[in-house]
């Protein structure tokens, strides 16, 4: 008999899933518990890729006598579901190579924003960004089915999703939206969650939220260090709130349309190909530095919003590259003592975070949850009150 037939084996395999997240960071209620130990994963990743090498990825289907499969689906681990847009059932059997692109969080991660957004019973929720359905599914046991509308603007996620949360006895509204608009005809929700990373808080989230209403979103510019904001809705229309501590590396959220040009902004030049740069310099900051997550979640809040990063490893140096929309970039790359900063444009890209780290470290390497977050109609801003009473505010 199938492993997937047995029942007993199910049962086992949710319960050490919730042993293997209450003995992680995550304080469990009971009520997160129950969801966990009703809700089989299993429907919804029935075909998820494993990494074989680098950038190769092959899928892994179910398996009658695949133990290893079975063992993966209830590791607690986050499971890759797509890579560059090819979703693992349908990828041929040889796999394929990229970047991953949509996959199902780590059920520890889930539970320790489920439990943040304290989902009562009959609360009417959100859901951006429904993937697998996994965690929508949640959300029915959690609040009642009647109560989520889950939106996700991939159609064949939102078609298999519905087919597998029927399986499981679940029967949300499931929707075909550009989940940075929300989705207005279901308005106005006592709770709000998305599983997708913004650089910001979108406006229609806030506005589609009834007074009180919780809201918890992963945030994340363009360096590795995300964070997970937990925001009140106040009676002024404002949402405020404070950055969860765990840190989060959930994959942007895309709209129906390309995000530069939707938000009318020009893709990044590349000015520093075949060009001398106007000015180089040394600096006794490794661009290795951007690597660290306790790091670049604060470097990022001293950068261009629209900066982007790319990096390779050139001769064992790492070398990271930042642009900006205007056509500014900076080529840092790793030397013995530091790095050597090549300057491309009438601004320095690097030097804001030579200051940021000097800052970080003068603060004693403040932790994400010493932050607070204030998002409204005048804009989005980060805060930290010092001990010594200064207060810094950076703007998202």
């Known amino acids: 008999m199938s ?18 997240i209450a003995a992680g960071d995550v304080v469990l209620s009971s009520r997160i518990a129950e969801a966990f130990l009703n809700v089989p994963r299993h429907v919804f990743t029935p075909v998820f890729y494993r990494r074989e090498s680098g950038d190769r990825f092959t899928p892994w289907h179910a398996d009658d006598a695949d133990h290893a499969w079975w063992d993966a689906v209830y590791s607690g681990e986050s499971l890759i579901t797509e890579v560059d847009g090819v979703h693992a059932e349908h990828a041929p059997p040889e796999g394929v190579s990229g970047v991953p692109t949509s996959s199902s969080t780590a059920p520890d991660l889930m539970a320790d924003m489920l439990d943040a957004l304290d ?6 929720t959100l859901e951006i960004g429904t993937g697998s359905g996994y ?7 959690l609040v009642g089915a009647d109560n989520v509308t889950t939106v996700d603007h991939t159609p064949h996620l939102v078609d298999t999703a519905r087919e597998r949360l029927k399986t499981a006895g679940f029967t949300p509204d499931v929707l075909l939206a550009d989940g940075t608009t929300g989705w207005a005809p279901s308005a106005p929700y006592d ?14 989230w806030i506005e589609q939220c009834a007074p009180s209403a919780v809201l ?7 360096l590795a260090g995300g964070s997970i904001a937990w925001l009140k809705k106040l009676p002024d229309g404002t949402a405020s709130g404070r950055l969860m501590h765990t840190p989060a590396a959930f994959m942007p959220l895309l709209p129906d349309t390309d995000t530069d040009v939707a938000e009318g902004r020009p893709r990044p030049a590349h000015p520093e190909a075949g060009h001398a740069a106007e000015r180089t310099r040394t600096s006794a900051l490794t661009p290795r530095v951007l690597d660290d997550w306790t790091f670049s ?14 990096f390779a490893h050139t001769e064992g140096r790492h070398v990271t590259t930042l642009r900006t929309p205007d056509g500014r970039a900076a080529t840092v790359t790793e030397t013995d003592s530091g790095a050597e900063v090549a300057r491309f444009g009438r601004r320095d890209l690097w030097a804001p975070i030579e200051r940021a780290y000097h800052l970080w470290l003068d603060l004693n390497r403040p932790r994400r949850e010493w932050f607070t977050l204030e998002a409204g109609p005048t804009g989005q801003h980060v805060r930290l009150a010092a001990p010594d009473g200064h207060a810094y505010t950076w703007t998202l």
């Open 119 to 124: 989902p009562v019973p009959g609360a009417r």
């Open 216 to 222: 918890v979103v992963p945030l994340k510019g363009t």
């Open 297 to 310: 979640f604060f470097a990022q809040l001293h950068l261009d919003p629209h900066t982007t990063r790319t």
């Open 135 to 141: 965690n929508a599914a949640l959300l029915s046991r």
């Open 191 to 204: 709770r709000l969650i998305a599983t997708a990373s913004v650089p910001r808080v979108p406006p229609a």
């Open 3 to 20: 492993v997937l037939d047995d029942d007993q084996a199910l049962i086992a395999a949710r319960v050490r899933l919730v042993e293997r």
